[in-house]
């Protein structure tokens, strides 16, 4: 390129003066961007959370192998290894008849279990989760093959539904983003559109003058970027300060238990970085688009 | 440093504006362009600077035809060629400072050369008291000085001004024919569409007379040579 950095003050200056002189079409466009980032910003935080949760619930799928009750000890013992050895299969942990009849009686508080205790009717366990929770149904079919393997239990009806629902939910969550985004810069390329059309004559003049297109295009990329990011500001501290009354009261004042959303920092932060590039981007687009075919002077 | 060989132009509308224009100017010559409206002056200058495309024919402008230019080089010829536009085609939004400014921008100039130059220019035409007005706030006679303060001030070497004197009064147009006699003494090559029998028949140089869209009359030091 090799332009002078002169030139490159100059058209700092005159991208910034056009804010000033455009008036209410600065406005206008920045309002379109504040108003798309502000549905971006909180579309993406919900998103964002949801996936996280579908995650959460994801990783928590495992199996419950019950063997043989007949099965001597060391075969269970050696049933250990075999399972370890299938593909995908991410931890196995034992679990025997007495700890979990142990478990239960805890569970249950007092009652009378001695019948129980001279003749445990519980078989000894494996539980099993895979690498990827999406394998769970083929590894747990090559499970209920092994030699010694009563049944293999993981709620296949509930896994799948929540597969499914998870899987959906984020194809729909892209596609709205991406549509929202279009839209903005549709938007937005619009509005500077306008501005341009009223300034095609002036474009016409300055190519006269001996200006280069780059030379005309330079102020309107400036001009875009900080309509860009002027639109970011309001979306931007909704997000600071929402979020922060949003991740106190989910953590602190009601308890559900295993609703908590995504931890303010660094999540508000990078959610803020994000709508300032998605504003910068949608700003300059919209404008270098825009300028583009006035210049076939 | 000008040359035109068969030069036709036909605009969209089917109007024929310049039938057949053969020329040569030199460099360092002052030309005056007369004729009656409509005959093709304009579209004359604007085949120089690339304002419009020839039909037909080859304009060369320092020996180079630019028909052979790419389109993004087209702005260093335009560099190279100071034009007063018979409707100024000043910049709005712009003041009348950075207006002439402009110019200077688009060569890169530093800062300090264009403030100086510009000052320098708007002095030149009497006008550096508006320096900071927007050009609405003007009268078409002080637009038009502004236009001729931007079309000298990169030094070009060809200097195209149609109609210059259109909206002056008497005492200013001798003024802004000073400036273009000035930097025509320094060698720069001025092309003149006028009107003005007065200054024609006044300050004697060659004079080209189209009518029609063809050259009618071609002399040194000729005369307006029309009823006013
Ligand atoms: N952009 C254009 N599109 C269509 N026709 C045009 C255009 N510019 C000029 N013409 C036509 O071309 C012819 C020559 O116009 P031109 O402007 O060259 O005349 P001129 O000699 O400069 O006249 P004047 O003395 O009034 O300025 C006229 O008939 C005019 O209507
Ligand atoms: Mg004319």
Redesign the interface.
Same mark, same amino acid.
């Given at each position: 390129m090799g !332009? =002078?950095f $002169? @030139?490159a003050k /100059?058209h700092l200056r005159e991208g910034s003066k056009n804010i000033f /002189?455009n008036g209410w079409m600065t406005i206008a466009s920045i309002g379109a961007v504040t108003v798309t980032l502000i549905l971006v910003g909180v579309f993406l935080a919900v998103v964002f959370n949801l996936n996280k949760f579908a995650t959460n619930i994801e990783s928590d799928v495992e199996m419950s192998v019950y063997l043989d009750p007949t099965l001597a000890q060391d075969k269970v013992q050696s049933i250990q290894g075999e399972l370890e050895a299938i593909d995908k299969v991410g931890s196995v942990k034992y679990s025997s008849k007495d700890e979990q009849l142990n478990q239960l009686m805890e569970d249950m508080g007092q009652t009378d279990w001695d019948l129980f205790e001279q003749d445990n009717p519980l078989s000894d366990t494996y539980v099993v989760k895979t690498s990827d929770p999406h394998d769970t149904a083929s590894v747990a079919d090559k499970i209920a093959k092994l030699d010694g393997v009563d049944k293999v239990d993981y709620g296949k009806a509930t896994v799948e539904n929540l597969f499914t629902v998870s899987k959906y939910a984020r194809i729909i969550g892209a596609v709205l983003i991406i549509g929202l985004v279009f839209t903005a810069i549709f938007l937005i390329s619009n509005t500077i559109k306008i501005t341009i059309i009223a /300034?095609s004559r002036?474009i016409g003049? !300055? =190519?006269?003058?001996?200006? @280069? $297109?780059s030379?005309i295009r330079w102020p309107f990329f400036i001009e875009g970027l900080l309509l860009g990011v002027l639109g970011a500001i309001i979306p931007v501290a909704l997000v600071l300060v929402g979020y922060y009354y949003l991740s106190n009261n989910m953590t602190d004042n009601i308890s559900i238990g295993f609703v908590k959303i995504l931890p303010y920092a660094p999540f508000a932060f990078q959610l803020s970085g994000l709508l300032l590039a998605i504003g910068a981007i949608i700003g300059v687009w919209g404008s270098v688009m825009s300028v583009r075919k006035f210049l076939k002077v | 440093m000008i040359d035109m060989k068969g030069v036709h132009k036909t605009y969209a509308n089917g109007v024929t504006a310049l039938n057949g224009v053969d020329v040569h100017i030199d460099s360092g010559e002052f030309v005056y362009l007369v004729g009656p409206s409509g005959a093709g002056k304009s579209t004359f200058v604007k085949m120089i600077f690339r304002g419009e495309k020839p039909s037909t024919g080859i304009v060369k402008v320092d020996n180079k035809d630019l028909s052979t230019y790419k389109e993004r080089h087209i702005p260093k010829v335009r560099r190279k060629i100071g034009v007063v536009y018979q409707d100024f085609k000043l910049l709005p939004k712009l003041t009348i400072y950075e207006n002439v400014a402009f110019a200077l921008e688009v060569i890169e100039e530093s800062p300090k050369i264009i403030r100086d130059r510009v000052m320098e220019v708007l002095d030149l035409v009497g006008i550096k008291d508006k320096a900071r007005s927007f050009p609405d706030e003007l009268s078409g006679g002080e637009q038009q000085r502004v236009a001729i303060a931007r079309a000298i001030a990169n030094n070009p070497k060809v200097v195209i001004a149609d109609e210059p004197t259109g909206n002056l009064d008497p005492e200013t147009s001798w003024g802004i024919m000073k400036v273009l006699e000035d930097i025509n003494q320094k060698g720069t090559t001025i092309i003149m569409a006028t009107h003005s029998k007065e200054i024609v028949n006044t300050i004697k140089r060659r004079v080209i007379a189209i009518e029609n869209g063809r050259i009618v009359r071609d002399e040194a030091g000729g005369e307006y040579g029309y009823e006013v």
């Open positions: !332009m =002078k $002169n @030139t /100059r /002189r /300034r002036e003049i !300055m =190519k006269l003058v001996g200006a @280069t $297109n030379f | -």
